[in-house]
């Protein structure tokens, strides 16, 4: 099986998708951002004793979690509704920044009409099915400034060893009255951030913060102190909070708020 794994991570996202599709199509959840009906949704997250211990959510095993078809997770359904209802995704023209684009939010993104669709990531040879994404470095993007009216950045910024310089490029690139969101795995312990930028051990990488290619655990209030650093208006939007009803039928994470940075209108 664990070959068979292997030899199908060859195929192009396209086709690895479609055959996802076949072998998981279902009549039990509705996925809204790939738009296809499954059995179930599957397990997710976990596996590294410092993520329970530090309770951080965005990392602990959550069940019921993610679609087997896209792979999108609460995380990513709750950025879909955001965009959907304060954002103005679908209602009206968005210039969006989307950075290491996840395929489920990049399927329904692509669906709605008005969206000026850029994606980016360090490596976009990884996105083979994305067309024009550019390659790019966070901490240095080749966009104009106020170039983006939203910017989605999730789980990106605990790889990023400068990262107050990746918070002042998003920044520097959000549009004036634009939307900021910048999710990551946030410790709720109250241990604060811990983090180590030139940290070039995997395996202590995956001890310490949970995975081998991170260099910190963020503390929510920390994280959202260098938002503001950066100049950005940061707030924690709670889905539970203004729809619980819906919160629950798109099986988010009660314990999961979404930073959003926001600059003055103009």
Known sequence: MAHIRQLTTLLPQPVRFGLRRLAFRGSGVDCPLCGTEVRSLAGHGGGAEVLDRRRVVGGMRRENDRCP?????????MMMLYLERHAGVGTRPVRL???????????????????DYTATDLDAARYRHIDGIETADLTRLPFADAAFDAIVCSHVLEHVPDDR????ELARVLAPGGHALLLTPFALDGKGTDEDPGLDDPAEQDRRFGQWDHVRIY?????????SAAGLAATLWDPFEEDADTARALHLNPEERLPIGQL???
Do not use: E, I
Not at 100 to 113: T, V
Not at 219 to 227: I, K, S, Y
């Open 264 to 266: 003055p209108s103009a």
């Open 219 to 227: 503390d929510r209030d920390d994280f959202l102190a260098r938002m």
């Open 69 to 77: 078809v896209c792979h999108g997770a609460d995380r990513t359904r």
């Open 97 to 115: 920044l989307h950075v290491a684009p996840d395929f489920g939010l990049y399927l329904w993104l692509k669906r709605q009409n008005g969206v």
């Open 165 to 168: 310089a990746a918070f002042a």
